[in-house]
């Protein structure tokens, strides 16, 4: 009801009763739209409220599973750092033993180097030192030329020279004295040999295998395989001037025989003095101390 409308009194007429009726009966209505619509805003309100509870509660978990997984993630972040770093270390210790085992490498290769050009140069030194052996066989060779093949013979054998003068060439029967023509001998290889200074010489009395029917100082075929070692040695030194330093006087009796002791022919081949001639070999020999 309006605050301005006069209040109906007994006695008003009949059509301002009905106006007052329509207009509370229009009050009325306007007053129940509005409870109406505040009775659906109240149930919207309760509503909003609802979903605000919710929103609040789902806020709540989404914040718990959000520190959840920023703890794992930590956690996560913490595990992979650590195996990083572990990765790391690993890394780094393969790279020094790498770099170890490469160092090691480069050692052993130049080691392999300084050794292949060492063994170059022994193969160099041996190629001269064949060389120089097969021109001292041909020079001796030529020098000895005057006499029979049964009496003496010249031949290469483990890179040595080999001078092999028979029992004939050299001596009588027995004896120890070394015979004209075979000083001749003697004396045509001394010639060679002043001329070639790095050849060391051994020379070994040879016998068959006979024995000996001795006296005095020998007694048996050892015993004059060296007296006749000997003897040339002695010619060689003291006849001849080669230095005593280069020459080695050996007797091997008739354990090192050239033929069959079963024939006479094998027995006279037996028979012979052997002259070896050797190259010096000072400088292969610090070679191969060297590596």
Same mark, same amino acid.
Not at 64 to 71: D, V, W
Not at 120 to 139: F, G, M, P, W, Y
């Given at each position: ?63 718990? &599973?959000?520190?959840?997984? $920023? *703890?794992?993630?930590?956690? +996560?972040? @913490? =595990?992979? #750092?650590? !195996?990083?770093?572990? &990765?790391?270390?690993?890394? $780094? *210790?393969?790279?020094?033993? +790498?770099? @170890? =085992?490469? #160092?090691? !490498? ?186």
């Amino acid at each position: 009801m309006s605050a301005c409308a006069p209040v109906p009194r007994c006695g008003q007429p009949v059509s301002e009763k009905k106006h007052y009726g329509k207009r509370l009966k229009t009050v009325v209505g306007e007053r129940d739209t509005l409870c109406m619509n505040l009775s659906a805003k109240n149930a919207e309100n309760a509503g909003l409220k609802t979903q605000m509870s919710d929103l609040s509660k789902e806020k709540a978990d989404l914040t718990a &599973k959000n520190e959840e997984l $920023n *703890n794992s993630l930590t956690g +996560l972040n @913490a =595990k992979y #750092d650590n !195996l990083i770093n572990e &990765k790391l270390s690993q890394a $780094n *210790n393969y790279d020094k033993a +790498l770099k @170890a =085992k490469s #160092d090691e !490498l480069n050692e052993k290769q130049k080691v392999l180097q300084d050794r292949e050009q060492a063994l170059k140069e022994l193969r160099r030194k041996i190629a001269r030192q064949d060389s120089a052996t097969k021109r001292l066989n041909d020079v001796i060779r030529n020098a000895m030329l005057g006499f029979n093949s049964d009496e003496l013979s010249v031949s290469i054998k483990d890179g040595k020279v080999y001078v092999s003068m028979s029992d004939k060439l050299l001596f009588k029967s027995g004896q120890s004295s070394v015979e004209n023509k075979g000083k001749d001998a003697l004396k045509l290889l001394a010639d060679v040999l002043d001329k070639n200074p790095d050849i060391d010489i051994l020379v070994e009395g040879h016998t068959d295998n006979v024995p000996m029917k001795g006296s005095g100082d020998i007694k048996d075929n050892w015993d004059l395989s060296v007296v006749r070692a000997t003897s040339i040695v002695k010619i060689l030194t003291q006849d001849y001037k080669i230095s005593p330093t280069r020459v080695t006087a050996a007797g091997r009796g008739e354990y090192f025989p050239k033929a069959s002791n079963d024939t006479p022919e094998g027995r006279a081949k037996n028979r012979r003095t052997e002259i070896i001639l050797s190259p010096k070999l000072d400088e292969i020999m610090k070679l191969i101390n060297a590596n």
